[in-house]
């Protein structure tokens, strides 16, 4: 117990350096989803299926080159006919990555439980200078 009380300078810092290695982890290491380059080795090496579920207009704007468009409030329905493997991996992008985060749900909920969502969105993509195809 002495240790402990002659000690408690060296024992912070440790508990701290601990808290601060260990924050990252319990924090989802930089948010929900894949970041760009592991969506594209997901794309060019799993043959991951991409599913656009952005409206028509942002399909229209741009989208990841072989993307299907199935608009969020179709999912349930569509996804079925979409994407028949469901061992394939399924990469879920929209515009910011909010909507792609709830076809998730429904995605698993369906039973893919490979769907990935590219974080970020679109926005993260085109930040990363990936190609993008216009309808």
């Not at 579920?53 to 569509?78: N, S, T």
């Amino acid at each position: 117990m002495n240790f402990f009380i002659d000690n408690w300078m060296l024992l912070s810092v440790a508990i701290t350096s601990g808290a601060m290695l260990l924050w990252p982890v319990l924090r989802g290491a930089g948010g929900p989803g894949l970041n760009p380059t592991a969506a594209v080795q997901l794309i060019n090496r799993d043959k991951a299926v991409v599913i656009d579920v952005g409206d028509d207009a942002e399909f229209a704007a741009g989208h990841l080159g072989g993307a299907r468009h199935v608009p969020l409030a179709q999912l349930e329905a569509r996804l079925p006919e979409v994407a028949r493997n469901k061992s394939l991996p399924l990469l879920l992008v929209c515009a910011t990555g909010g909507r792609a985060q709830r076809a998730q749900g429904l995605a698993r909920k369906l039973g893919y439980d490979n769907a990935q969502v590219l974080a970020g969105g679109l926005r993260a993509w085109k930040e990363a200078n990936l190609p993008l195809e216009k309808a």
